[in-house]
């Protein structure tokens, strides 16, 4: 798996005379303002003849920087309230396409990082935002060959160390997994791909793989998932998996972070089938299960002391045929809840729920856990917080300000969230209406014309899971975070063209193994 390899440069003046280097990016809110005379003279000299300078991103030919590119990226004002790092990474994005446009191979930048603690990360910002526009599509690569869709092999990072880098990279090489595995069309990570391409990936790592696919197996341990699952058994390779990943740090544990990520490879709806259009893009409804997995590799990698991580994916595929699920079913989960369908498009909390209850068992036998749930989940996420990720908390959760520190690291490695509340309206929203049941999962709208749309799931989840309800004044109760990732898993908001962000395996990696 290849992605452009970070590396160390003191200063300016050792990028300028990198031997490896082939062009010179500067990514700056004042380009005139490099600290090397001659380099700040020529692009003086340069503005007086060309207007863009300093306001878009520029490629300038100068014979005394690496490979005669000289690439301007002007971030624009930083001192505005609604300025924030991704000023960094939006012209970053620009000036490394411009650069691989040019024939550069091995950029080196300099980052005119500011002094507001804000912006502290910016340099680091910028380098995952290039390697976010250089990520092309899995089936891409494979069809026409890695070095031709991505030659960029490296990226000099001037003032960063060693450690900073070999940092860098362990994330990136998390980001690149989960956006190959939500980036690819429902044949090539059909749900037994998608576990195989987990086990290669993992594959001598110092995380451990198991994946369940025994049908009978599936259906006494996952009821709710398989019943999401049912109509597509008639297909072999369109048939489940759950796929466990399990890594322990060396020495004491500590902590305990548990992981549900939701594996919709298709989601057709189901009989709520989606229509006018609404289906495109649903190949990538695995965006939180390859964001688990992203994150599972990050730490692979750095491989932190006294972290325990297990991990749960739902490989599913919701398909509409004779033997699919309907609403108006009870289904009990695998925690013994008797779950009323609201909706058969509203499939992955059912997904989510058994391999939760799962994770709360792990959980009653280890040191601190903390339980996550990832998901591309609601419209309305999307909708109620735009390009953000929304983080709903139970009690637990809050008491500890779990998604307030996810929040802010996020705002600090452009991996921002927004906090919701978990209310008593959500709670009240899937209760029972009867004996015959103990929770709704959904009603029958769109989350995105709901109130609280995305809130309410987070309510169901707690009681399909059968996590605690009371655990606010409960000290032992498991603390719990559900991350929707509707708005936030790819690029722009367009689910079928766009490229997966990867969300929010920064945010986690900053808060965790920093």
């Not at 690569?141 to 490296?154: I, N, Q, T, W, Y």
């Not at 696919?213 to 259906?219: N, P, R, V």
């Not at 229509?275 to 990538?284: D, E, F, L, V």
């Not at 002391?305 to 599913?316: D, P, S, T, Y």
């Amino acid at each position: 798996m290849a992605l452009p390899i970070p590396y160390a440069v003191a200063d300016l003046a050792a990028a300028l005379s990198a031997a490896e280097a082939d062009a010179l990016i500067i990514v700056a809110s004042d380009v005139t303002s490099v600290p090397d005379t001659k380099l700040s003279q020529f692009i003086q000299q340069a503005a007086l003849i060309d207007q863009r300078v300093g306001k878009e991103a520029l490629l300038l030919h100068c014979g005394s920087v690496a490979g005669q590119k000289l690439i301007l990226a002007p971030t624009g004002p930083l001192n505005r309230d609604f300025d924030d790092v991704r000023c960094f990474a939006d012209v970053a994005k620009q000036a490394v396409q411009l650069a691989k446009s040019a024939g550069s191979r091995q950029p080196v930048v300099w980052v005119q990082v500011p002094s507001a603690d804000s912006y502290a990360k910016a340099t680091e910002v910028v380098y995952l935002a290039m390697c976010q526009a250089l990520w092309q599509p899995l089936e891409g690569r494979e069809a026409l060959g890695e070095d031709k869709v991505e030659p960029v092999s490296r990226i000099g990072l001037v003032g960063l160390s060693a450690q900073e880098a070999e940092y860098l990279h362990a994330v990136e090489a998390g980001r690149r997994l989960a956006r190959d595995l939500c980036g690819t069309e429902p044949e090539r990570m059909a749900p037994r791909r998608f576990a195989d391409y987990c086990v290669q990936a993992f594959n001598g790592s110092a995380v451990q793989v198991q994946v369940e696919t025994d049908i009978d197996k599936l259906l006494a341990d996952y009821p709710l998932l398989m019943a999401v699952a049912r109509s597509s058994l008639q297909v072999d390779r369109h048939k489940p998996a759950v796929i466990r990943l399990e890594y322990t740090g060396e020495g004491e544990i500590t902590e305990t972070l548990l992981f549900a990520g939701k594996g919709l490879v298709y989601d057709t709806g189901g009989a709520d089938l989606k229509i006018n259009g609404g289906m495109a893009g649903m190949s990538r409804d695995k965006g939180g299960a390859a964001a688990v997995a992203g994150f599972m590799q990050t730490i692979a990698l750095l491989k932190p002391k006294g972290l325990r991580v297990i991990a749960e994916i739902g490989a599913v595929r919701n398909s509409i045929g004779s033997d699919a699920f309907v609403p108006d079913e009870i289904i009990k989960s695998h925690a013994g809840v008797r779950v009323r369908i609201g909706n058969t498009d509203a499939e992955g909390r059912l997904v989510l729920a058994d391999l939760m209850s799962h994770l709360r068992e792990d959980a009653a036998h280890c040191v601190n856990p903390t339980l996550f749930s990832v998901a591309t989940l609601t419209g309305h996420a999307a909708r109620a917080v735009g390009p953000y990720t929304a983080l709903v908390e139970n009690g637990a959760a809050l008491s500890r300000q779990l998604s307030a520190a996810l929040a802010k690291v996020g705002d600090i490695w452009a991996d921002p969230s927004e906090v919701s509340r978990s209310r008593r309206e959500d709670f009240h929203f899937i209760k029972a209406r009867s004996c015959a049941d103990d929770v709704l999962s959904c009603n029958n709208a769109p989350s995105s014309v709901t109130a609280r749309g995305h809130q309410f799931p987070m309510a169901f989840l707690v009681v399909a899971a059968g996590l605690e309800q009371a655990s606010a004044q409960n000290q032992t109760a498991l603390p719990y975070v559900h991350i929707d990732i509707a708005g936030s898993g790819v690029d722009g908001g367009d689910w079928q063209h766009g490229k997966p962000s990867a969300a929010p395996v920064v945010a986690l990696s900053a808060h965790y193994l920093r």
